[in-house]
């Protein structure tokens, strides 16, 4: 229908031959059946469906017993009678024109994914788009070409005879960081409406580098592989920029927008599954204040207390809301990556589905602000100031003398300092177990950073006239410990609690406890 319409509107413009016998009998056609008056391509697509489904006037065409239901025959029969009748008179029009001299009709198909909603039904109306545009470019004779632009996830559910056919038609669209450049630098200009080059746009429209990093890494590693978030992104900045009257945008700007962006699209990635996954949104509990690395056993753990719920709620998805299930599903969505050994690969072309043995995956860093999962683990630095006792320790430190803030002096101070020597040698002790402990992603250097903190922090206390409560201190310097080693076990980055860092954290902390002489509640309390 869409190819009539053009032929007659073409022959008039370009060709000037309107009045052809094929093109007549189409403008007659067209006529008869209401589809001459310029409507949406949205509408003649529904409307010319409507008609197939009922009967279309073909008298136009010579045929003067219409092909409707008092025809008989299946209601596809009846359609397919009237489209071949139509296709061969369409093609007699581009016959007749001889269009070879200039560029084909085009038709270009998008957003699939709203007809389409995993079953078999609506897989069958896609394939039935892809056949159908491999046949109009064979039927016409490259007069017409149809392009659809199908999500990737979709494209390669699809299971069908032909599959094998289109190989030599597909073309994978892959955004890389370099690309989205491309077309920031684009979007710049148009809407500059002058020359920009990239020096200009990164290191003066934006900032050279934000938290360390150049800009467009920043941004562009943040955002999900497609044009239109990064560009709601670059938008971001840009109104964060112009609310505080600016016209180059800071870095305070893109670092504010990240927060925002990064819950818009989380809230996003569950409307754009909603239809093939309901539940997505439900899963995301699961890594709210969590680290990014996440381990496939750690999921099995925070599933758990959910399951009974989810399935009743989602009955039909029982087989999906497994550990390994829901792996796969939030790797599906780019929601997760997977560790290997080229790095963390997302899904998309080219990519190898998760294997069995693959157990190391890293949330996106488009979600993880959203989530407050920034660093590798759930891990916390120590923060802890010692309580202001009424007296304090003299100046060489040696524990020996003390001085009450009335001025009476008094001796015997110095278990104090001993327990924060114990505090130091235990925690050097500790990173050196991490040296040989195997720890994935960045949680390995996290751990060492906190450790060290905690020994440089207690060295300054040694130091100072003034330390307060060290015995509170070192206490919750040794629940501290154990709250590390519980936080590694739960998210599956350290080793069973008997054995490696984990042990060694927890033992580290009961040997404290013991020493100061409290109650240790200990890991298996937690």
């Given amino acids: 229908m869409q190819a009539a319409r053009h032929l007659v509107g073409h022959a008039k413009a370009v060709h000037h031959r309107r009045f052809s016998k094929p093109i007549r009998a189409l403008r007659r056609f067209l006529a008869e059946n209401g589809e001459l008056a310029e409507t949406s391509f949205y509408d003649r697509v529904r409307h010319g469906g409507r008609g197939l489904q009922t009967t279309l006037s073909l008298e136009a065409f010579g045929v003067k017993a219409g092909l409707d239901r008092k025809g008989g025959g299946s209601e ?29 009709l085009l038709v270009l198909v998008d957003q699939l994914e709203q007809v389409w909603s995993s079953d078999r039904e609506s897989d069958n109306t896609v394939i039935g788009l892809l056949l159908a545009a491999k046949r109009a470019v064979q039927t016409y004779g490259g007069a017409v070409r149809c392009v659809l632009f199908v ?49 200009e746009l990164w290191g003066g429209i934006f900032p050279a580098r934000v938290h360390g990093q150049p800009a467009d890494e920043y941004l562009f590693s943040r955002t999900l592989p497609r044009p239109r978030d990064a560009i709601q992104f670059l938008n971001l900045c840009r109104d964060a920029a112009h609310s505080r009257g600016a016209k180059r945008i800071a870095e305070t700007d893109v670092v504010g927008a990240t ?8 809230l996003d990635l569950a409307k754009e599954y909603l ?57 599906r969505v780019g929601f997760l990556g997977v560790l290997r050994e080229t790095g963390v690969s997302y899904a998309g072309s080219g990519q190898l589905p998760l294997q069995p043995q693959e157990n190391e995956f890293h949330i996106h860093p488009c ?23 009424r007296y304090s320790y003299s100046s060489d430190n040696t524990g020996v003398v003390a001085q009450i803030a009335g001025g009476e002096v008094r ?24 040296a040989r402990a195997q720890l994935p992603g960045g ?13 440089a922090r207690t060295v300054e206390l040694r130091a100072d006239p003034w330390p307060g409560d060290l015995i509170e201190y070192v206490s919750r310097a040794a629940t501290y410990l154990d709250e590390l080693a519980h936080r590694l076990a739960e998210s599956g980055l350290g080793t069973a609690r008997d054995e490696g860092i984990v042990r060694a954290l927890v033992s580290s902390s009961e040997l404290l406890h013991n020493e100061i002489g409290g109650h240790f509640t200990g890991y298996d309390d937690y």
């Fill in 76 to 104: 596809g029969a009846r359609a397919a009678k009237q489209l071949d009748v139509l296709e061969a008179w369409v093609a007699r029009g581009f016959q007749a024109l001889g269009c070879t001299g200039h560029d084909p």
């Fill in 151 to 199: 999500r990737s996830d979709i494209y390669d559910a699809l299971q069908f005879d032909d599959a094998d056919k289109f190989h030599s038609d597909e073309l994978r669209l892959e955004w890389t960081p370099e690309k989205l450049g491309e077309v920031a630098l684009l979007r710049a200009r148009a809407s500059l409406g002058e020359p920009v080059s990239s020096g």
């Fill in 259 to 266: 927060l925002q962006f990064s819950q818009w699209k989380l």
């Fill in 275 to 331: 239809v093939t996954v309901p539940f997505l949104d439900r899963l995301f509990v699961l890594f709210q204040n969590t680290g990014y690395v996440v381990i496939r056993g750690a999921v099995a753990t925070r599933l758990a207390p959910f399951t009974r719920a989810l399935h009743s709620q989602f009955p039909s998805y029982k087989n999906a809301l497994t550990a390994d299930g829901v792996v796969e599903v939030l790797y």
């Fill in 367 to 389: 979600f993880r602000p959203a989530l407050n999962a920034e660093n590798p683990t759930g891990l916390t630095p120590f923060d802890a100031a010692p309580q202001l006792r």
């Fill in 411 to 434: 001796f015997g101070q110095s278990r104090d300092f001993e327990l924060l020597d114990l505090l130091i040698t235990t925690c050097q002790r500790l990173l050196r177990t991490l």
């Fill in 443 to 455: 949680a390995h250097n996290q751990l060492s950073e906190q450790l060290s903190a905690l020994v």
